[in-house]
């Protein structure tokens, strides 16, 4: 089946550092990638995406490749602020078109501290 | 604002109880989704509704059910609720042309 498998959390980082988030995947297709973000008590919101090998999402100086060799979809982001404190969640979908569910890693709980 | 809305977003009730959850969504996606998030923030796909059809339906409980009044609106009725109903329920949309889903903002469902 298709699967979505992040890094467990909760991590913490002070302002400035660097940060990745794991992502890696099962899938019996080619499926996009994304990335959503879950600020305390609100909605999902999409933070990037990709859709075929190699490309590269970016958002916000949020950054994540589509490694199909390694069936990864890691998030990282050079200087983290307070302000990106949320939970990060990884996510395939197999269509390319609406009607396509998706499937989520478990979501990775990030803390900045100033 | 464009965007997807849930009513109510907190809902409190007792178990046995029959409720219902809104949504409703102004982007003039053809498409819409409920998730389930339960404690641990696991999010997993329940319905969805492609132009008022039914499309994907997971195993839930026979206890939920699904109703789509037209391509802009998807709301979820909950019978005889129980403790497990506990989560935030989130609806979703997307565009016939993408697969790239907006989220509501969430029901925060406590059974007590």
């Known amino acids: 089946g298709n699967s979505v498998t992040q890094m467990e959390g909760p991590v913490t980082l002070s302002e400035e550092a660097f940060l990745t988030i794991n992502c890696t995947y099962t899938?019996?297709?080619?499926?996009?990638l994304f990335w959503y973000v879950q600020y305390p008590g609100e909605g999902l919101q999409l933070l990037l995406k990709?859709?075929?090998?190699?490309d590269k999402g970016s958002n916000k100086g949020f950054e994540a490749t589509y490694r199909k060799e390694t069936t990864s979809f890691h998030l990282e982001k050079g200087s983290v602020q307070v302000s990106d404190s949320a939970v990060y969640f990884c996510?395939?979908?197999?269509?390319?078109?609406?009607?396509?569910?998706?499937?989520f890693g478990e979501g990775t709980q990030l803390t900045v501290n100033p | 604002d464009t965007a997807v809305s849930q009513t109510p977003k907190y809902l409190v009730t007792q178990m046995g109880n029959d409720k219902s959850i809104k949504c409703e969504q102004n982007?003039?996606?053809?498409?819409m989704y409920w998730y389930k998030q339960d404690s641990k923030k696991f999010l997993k796909i329940m319905f969805s509704?492609?132009?008022?059809?039914?499309?994907i339906n997971e195993t839930v409980p026979n206890r939920f059910s699904p109703k789509s009044p037209d391509k802009a609106h998807l709301n979820l009725h909950i019978n005889s609720l129980e403790l497990g109903d506990s989560a935030v329920y989130f609806c979703?949309?997307?565009?016939?042309?993408?697969?790239?889903?907006?989220f509501g903002p969430g029901t925060r469902l406590t059974v007590l």
């Open positions: 509704y492609n132009n008022k059809e039914l499309i």
């Open positions: 990709a859709t075929k090998a190699d």
């Open positions: 899938a019996t297709g080619y499926p996009s």
């Open positions: 982007l003039g996606h053809d498409t």
């Open positions: 979703a949309s997307s565009p016939s042309y993408s697969n790239t889903q907006y």
């Open positions: 996510a395939l979908s197999l269509g390319e078109t609406s009607g396509s569910r998706l499937t």
